[in-house]
């Protein structure tokens, strides 16, 4: 009952909203490494694994090499890059925790793109052919709108992922709301520690319902859509 009331203070006390290491400070720091990373690992995944879907050539091996990233876990990579980005210069904190989170979000956004495109009815790419369509026009007109509710329910799932999973920067000194998590636990403030989890779950939910809007407004009306995958 402590706990709860601390808590319940903690975010009515308007000086743990300000400052850098306030909750409005916080919360950007989480937000910009996770939109940071999720456009990094998008535009590297999702263009590939479309053309790749279009094509039909190469796509099941690229998509096995890059799924062997799921057997690492996320903490793993942060301190496989710790050194690295020290040696190179660049630090601690950011770096590591970035290349961890793009690690982790290549895979699923990948994966589903390339099903996505390779799922559309094979019927329906013959009779844009047939129709005079060229193979530019087939892939932007038909099998890219056609995957979009696969390809946006893979960006709201990893979306989430890397929301979640940013808290691990804290461990390697970024800020973020890990940090809140981190401090809390290491100094067994309980207050502090419950606080960054339910920041964390209030972002992730609303991350998730943002994209869930988004899907909705992407996918076209009235047309069939492919099976969505893990």
């Known amino acids: 009952m402590e706990v709860l009331t601390g808590v319940v203070e903690f975010f009515l006390t308007w000086e743990n909203w300000t400052g850098d290491a306030g909750i409005v ?10 939109v940071l990373s999720l456009a990094v690992a998008g535009s590297l995944a999702i263009p590939a694994a479309v053309w ?18 799921r057997a690492v876990p996320s903490f793993a990579i942060v301190a496989l890059a710790l050194p690295i980005t020290i040696r190179m210069g660049l630090g601690l904190g950011f770096w590591p925790t970035f290349i961890a989170l793009v690690a982790l979000a290549l895979p699923p956004m990948f994966t589903n793109a390339y099903t996505g495109v390779r799922e559309v009815d094979a019927g329906l790419r013959e009779a844009a052919l047939g129709m005079g369509m060229t193979g530019r026009e087939v892939l932007f007109g038909v099998e890219i709108p056609l995957a ?41 403030d309980f207050v502090e520690l419950v606080v960054g989890a339910i920041l964390v779950a209030v972002l992730s939910i609303l991350t998730d319902a943002g994209f869930g809007v988004l899907e909705r407004v992407v996918a076209p009306r009235g047309l069939p859509r492919p099976t969505s995958v893990s």
């Not at 790749?52 to 990233?69: E, K, T």
């Open 25 to 34: 400070a916080r919360t950007g720091e989480h937000i910009g490494l996770s």
């Open 52 to 69: 790749l879907g279009h094509v039909g050539r190469g796509g099941v091996v690229a998509v096995s090499a890059v799924n062997i990233g």
């Open 148 to 188: 979009s509710p696969v390809i946006m329910a893979a960006i709201r799932v990893t979306a989430v992922q890397v929301v979640a999973t940013a808290t691990l920067g804290a461990l390697v000194a970024w800020g973020g709301l890990g940090r809140y998590i981190i401090d809390g636990f290491s100094q067994r």
